[in-house]
């Protein structure tokens, strides 16, 4: 890790072609995640040099270079007797996020670089980390954050001085390392001292030993947090929950589980933000977070979906996917916002897994309420899959690895296309798509503005419509147009998983979305029509209209082909004389 090290010496990665097919194909072996997980290990080394070259034009004070250096000098000497120890704090998830959010505000790329300096302390951590276990000595101060510091990969002390923030002194040498508070030392072996909580799960011969973070800054891939130490009651939970989970998923997903064993390394359960189910970080490599709340069945689609995450992470590092888009967006039907190409790869590649899983988690002899929920969500997933590949498979932008990425989705999609659902679940997740998709044209998609010039004029004069231009992605403007609330999506889905509580859900609903989601299309129509007079913006409104109407009609047409033009040009005409205009027949005359 010398600062010396010159490109000669980097280290190159190779893929054989037996990987690439492997990695397409689903859950990869040991061998291969090593791989992955080695061209992470090279990068974060190569992260880590990069900001030791940057940091003395940084602005930072003679004083604090003078303690990163002291940092830089204890990896060094670690790294030549106790590699392993340092290559091991250097792949911890929290490492990663770090040596982003540093390297990113040095290069200028967010914001003012020293205003980054507090976070830099995280570079003692790191140190400190790698000094206890490698019986380094030094001295290294570490930051003291809520009464807490935190060595990566050890653990926590708490400040036995009571003070919430400020600095502590890391002291190693022979045979002892102890921190001092204010003056006050404390023994790693004392009762401060809290170690990092890791649990082991076995089923079936495959274990899995994971971190379970609830004190570590970067634990939810952004800018530190404060620790949240689970009770002893939340942590048995915890570990019951992934021993649950982790029986499910090598009972019935062995390959993931054999996969999860060899790549997962930390979760991080989050407490403060209801509305995260699960996520992964590019810089986190193995790491997941996740709600507090989610079932042992959620928990393992949440760790195998974020695994994929990962995995392709790791490996467009590597290789070219897709080349630069030049800041056009892509419909992905699992999102409400557009997404760039290679956003849709990785949607692509994570959720046919989560199709694969709920194909296996169906059970026509289970509980009722499981059965329905395993039968819309891989019905819901497979449609959503098979639009995206509709869409993205003849992008230009693809590279020839790009194209094979996509071709074996496609793939593993038909494989699961002989999988029949019950009919009312398949007419169901057909609406929601048709509905989503529609939804995200009215609020992305830019009509153009000339045609529109063409088409009042043309209502006006009573003529045909003339014909539209060809569009490309580049109408797509990210949030062109503000949403408004709509119920159709909940209710559609909670009359097929949660049938028990549909009644009571739609007693509240809008009138309209009420009469969509119990089938009474004609009756959703005329509502629809009713809210958009009262209310010509609700894009809510002109969606539930547009998948209302019969498909075959001429205004159905229109308004789910281009249902931003209908949009657009019905509101032009409201400031005319020829108000009010009717949304129903402007869209036949456009659809003629």
Known sequence: MARGTTSAAATTHQLPVSFLTEFCSGPISNDSMRVL??????????????????????????????????????????????????????????????????????????GDATGEHGELLYLHAIAAAVATRAGVSCTVPLPVSRGIVCLPTIGVVQSPTGNATGYAELRVSAGSTVLRFDGEFVDLAGAEFSPVQRHH?????????????????????????APHRMSTSEWERWRALLDDAWDLLVRRHPGYARELSAGLRSIAPIFDDRTMVGSSSSAAFGAVALSSTVSPTALAEILVHELQHSKLNALMELVTLCDDDAGQRWYAPWRDDPR??????????????????????????????????ADYVFAYRRHQLRQAVRVVQSASELTELGSHLVTAVSERVAACADVSVPAEVAETVELMAEDHRITWRL??????????????????????????????????????????????????????????????????????????????????????????????????????????????????????????????????????????????????????
């Open 37 to 110: 997980r080695e061209s992470v290990h090279s990068q974060r080394k190569a992260m880590l040099l990069a900001i030791m070259r940057k940091l003395p034009d940084s602005g930072m004070s003679v004083d604090d270079l003078v303690d990163v250096e002291n940092s830089w000098r204890v990896l060094s000497t670690a790294e030549k007797d106790r590699p392993d120890v340092v290559d091991d704090v250097l792949m911890h998830p929290s490492t990663g996020v770090w040596l982003v959010r540093i390297l990113r505000a040095l290069l200028g790329l967010t």
């Open 201 to 225: 799960a076995a089923a079936g011969g495959i274990d899995l030993v994971v971190e379970v973070d609830d004190t570590n800054p970067y634990r939810k891939f952004s800018s530190p947090i």
């Open 443 to 592: 609020r992305h998609v830019r009509s153009d503005g000339d045609h529109l010039d063409r088409l009042v004029s043309a209502w006006l004069r009573e003529q045909s419509a003339p014909p539209a231009p060809f569009t490309t992605r580049d109408d797509v403007v990210p949030f062109h147009r503000a949403a408004t609330a709509s119920a159709q999506q909940s209710l559609l889905k909670t009359r097929i998983v949660r049938p028990d509580r549909f009644g009571e859900l739609s007693s509240t609903a809008p009138a309209g979305d009420r009469a969509f989601a119990t089938g009474d299309l004609p009756g959703a129509a005329r509502s629809y029509v009713d809210r958009v007079r009262t209310a010509p913006t609700d894009l809510g409104a002109w969606a539930g209209l547009a998948v209302s109407l019969p498909s075959h009609t001429p205004e159905a047409g229109a308004l789910r082909t281009a249902p931003e033009v209908v949009f657009d040009l019905h509101n032009r005409l409201l400031g005319t004389d020829r108000a009010p205009v009717d949304p129903v027949r402007l869209a036949a005359w456009l659809g003629a």
């Open 340 to 373: 760039p190409l290679a956003g849709l790869l990785h949607g692509l590649y994570a959720f046919i897994s989560v199709v694969e899983f709920w194909r296996l988690q169906r059970d026509p002899d289970g509980d009722a309420a499981r059965v329905r929920e």
